[in-house]
């Protein structure tokens, strides 16, 4: 087991410190079939957790985030944080704060981070996956793209990870449970660990 870095649990990010580590266990596993892809980085934390356990193989994971934020993160939303706004053009921009952090998590060899709009790299994709974790944008519309987009890409045995699943609508938005209930409901996945909000599925 890695030893994470001490300020990991203080970055700015939505994961608790069990899902953080759930993600790492399924990354060191899953990474010995292959690469791994995140849609939403953030300010890096997920991605960090993801890379710690690439790195016990020697492998990588690719990180797709436009930096711009979702719609909950921009001005007068409730997960707005105003530090990450950039000055100069008045927009959230969290690719300085990621880059900071997974230099400072000494991870940055284990990581390709692609900057850009989740679909605009899906529809030029060719390399099969052994994990994707879909944490992007919480629209019904984004996360049903980002499960159509990505879990073609899956290898049999890998896996999907979804975060923000919640069972009752009044704990949280409901398309990440839409997306895990359309994969399990497809025949093609089985549950394999749960923890929090975040859903690890297997792919059969
Ligand atoms: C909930 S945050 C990710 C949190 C991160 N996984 C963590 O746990 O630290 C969602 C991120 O998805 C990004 N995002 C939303 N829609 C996107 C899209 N269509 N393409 C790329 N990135 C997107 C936002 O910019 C935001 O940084």
Not at 40 to 47: D, E, F, L, P
Not at 65 to 84: A, M, N, P, R, V
Not at 148 to 164: M, Q, T, V
């Amino acid at each position: 087991m890695a030893k994470f870095p001490e300020n990991l649990s203080a970055m700015k990010g939505f994961l608790s410190a069990d899902e953080g580590e759930t993600l790492y266990k399924t990354a060191e596993m899953a990474s010995k079939l292959g690469p791994i892809l995140e849609i939403g980085s953030y300010c890096g934390k997920s991605t960090i957790y993801l890379a710690l356990g690439c790195r016990e193989n020697n492998k990588i994971v690719f990180t797709i985030d436009h930096h711009k934020g979702s719609e909950e993160h921009q001005i007068g939303d409730s997960f707005h944080d105003t530090d990450l706004v950039n000055p100069q053009t008045g927009e959230i921009d969290s690719f300085a704060e990621f880059r900071k952090n997974i230099s400072s998590a000494g991870v940055e060899d284990n990581i390709v981070p692609i900057v850009a709009k989740s679909t605009v790299v899906a529809n030029v994709w060719q390399i099969p996956l052994a994990m994707v974790f879909i944490d992007g944008g919480h629209s019904l519309q984004a996360a049903l793209t980002d499960y159509r987009s990505w879990s073609k890409f899956l290898l049999r045995g890998g896996f999907l990870a979804i975060h923000d699943v919640f069972e009752a609508p009044e704990k949280g938005g409901q398309a990440p449970r839409a997306i895990h209930d359309l994969a399990i409901n497809s025949g093609l996945f089985l549950p394999h660990m749960e923890v929090d909000s975040l859903r690890v599925l297997q792919r059969l």
